[in-house]
């Protein structure tokens, strides 16, 4: 069995960076990063620059807010996000 340890050559396409539309809580990210730093906001209209910047963007963004009980919802939402990238219909 080959180690996956880098997300580049052929297993790019598995980073959270790749271009992958994604769909969270009625709103379309590029990207499953992207998504995944705005649900660091509660609101949703406060997501918006979250959708319109590079996903490296998103992460800096992501790293200067705070959301109460984040680590507890962290590991769902990216779970969620995982499953719509790799889902063949996009549709949650």
Not at 30 to 48: C, F, G, M, S, W
Not at 52 to 62: T, V
Request: proline letters at 3%; one cysteine or more; hydrophobic letters at 35%.
């Amino acid at each position: 069995m080959k180690t996956i340890n880098k997300f580049s050559g052929e297993y790019r396409w598995l980073s959270n960076f790749w271009l992958s539309p994604v769909v969270f809580e009625e709103f379309v990210y590029p990207t499953v990063e992207n998504a995944y730093q705005a649900a660091k906001i509660e609101l949703n209209q406060d997501r918006q620059s979250f959708r319109a910047c590079s996903p490296g963007r998103a992460k800096e963004m992501g790293q200067m807010v705070s959301r109460r009980g984040w680590d507890k919802l962290k590991l769902s939402v990216m779970h969620k996000l995982l499953r719509c990238k790799f889902r063949k219909s996009k549709k949650i």
